[in-house]
T-cell receptor, first 114, second 114 residues
Framework: EAQVTQNPRYLITVTGKKLTVTCSQN?????MSWYRQDPGLGLRQIYY???????DKGDVPEGYKVSRKEKRNFPLILESPSPNQTSLYFC?????????????FGPGTRLLVL | AQSVAQPEDQVNVAEGNPLTVKCTYS??????LFWYVQYPNRGLQFLLK????DNLVKGSYGFEAEFNKSQTSFHLKKPSALVSDSALYFC????????????WGAGTKLIIKP
């Protein structure tokens, strides 16, 4: 089954404790992206990747890191989480990231930073 | 600045009645417009998109949307609402000549009452 998977689905952590949210897709997509969803703000892009070893900042990259060492995986790293990073996070992928491309989303990771 | 507006935070419709979820956009260049739906505790799913051609676009689950260039709108419609249509709906746009990034609306919660 074609899908985007994220782990963990739910995470409670404390300020400053490094964490990684994994994202994997099995559709051989070149483009992958991370979003955060906050009430009333819609989706805001954190980082995206057009291909292996090619990443770029989105609208809200501060406090986050990403890497794209393999085509299928695009982990999101929070080196020192803070309470303002409490949010619902989505990973998405598409074939090429072009204008006409639709995105496939993972199920989401709900993060609470205390 | 490029933007997408969903003017209604919530839309309430009785089952069997027609529904409309509004979206307006402001971009430079030709717009590529998308609707996604998010069911509770799920990731976003693609509904439909406008790229070029016929202004009336048909999508999944009986939804359709009409592209209106003069009004810069892309309203989502369905002739007869189902309770199962209750979800959060997002409009998004990419502009030709941009860096391929999607601009998202804040989302509209659609509630269908039996």
């Amino acid at each position: 089954e074609a899908q985007v998977t994220q782990n963990p689905r739910y995470l409670i952590t404390v300020t400053g404790k490094k964490l990684t949210v994994t994202c994997s897709q099995n559709m051989n997509h070149e483009y992958m992206s991370w979003y955060r969803q906050d009430p009333g703000l819609g989706l805001r892009q954190i980082y995206y990747s057009m291909n292996v070893e090619v990443t770029d900042k989105g609208d809200v990259p501060e406090g986050y890191k990403v890497s794209r060492k393999e085509k299928r995986n695009f982990p999101l790293i929070l080196e020192s989480p803070s309470p303002n990073q409490t949010s619902l996070y989505f990973c998405a992928s598409s074939f090429s990231g072009g204008y006409q491309e639709t995105q496939y989303f993972g199920p989401g990771t709900r993060l609470l930073v205390l | 600045a490029q933007s997408v507006a969903q003017p209604e935070d919530q839309v309430n419709v009785a089952e069997g009645n027609p529904l409309t979820v509004k979206c307006t956009y402001s971009v430079s260049g030709n717009p590529y417009l998308f609707w996604y739906v998010q069911y509770p505790n799920r990731g976003l799913q693609f509904l439909l998109k406008y790229i070029t051609g016929d202004n009336l676009v048909k999508g999944s689950y009986g939804f359709e949307a009409e592209f209106n260039k003069s009004q810069t709108s892309f309203h989502l419609k369905k002739p007869s609402a189902l309770v199962s249509d209750s979800a959060l709906y997002f409009c998004a746009v990419r502009a030709s000549g941009s860096n391929y990034q999607l601009i998202w609306g804040a989302g509209t919660k659609l509630i269908i009452k039996p």
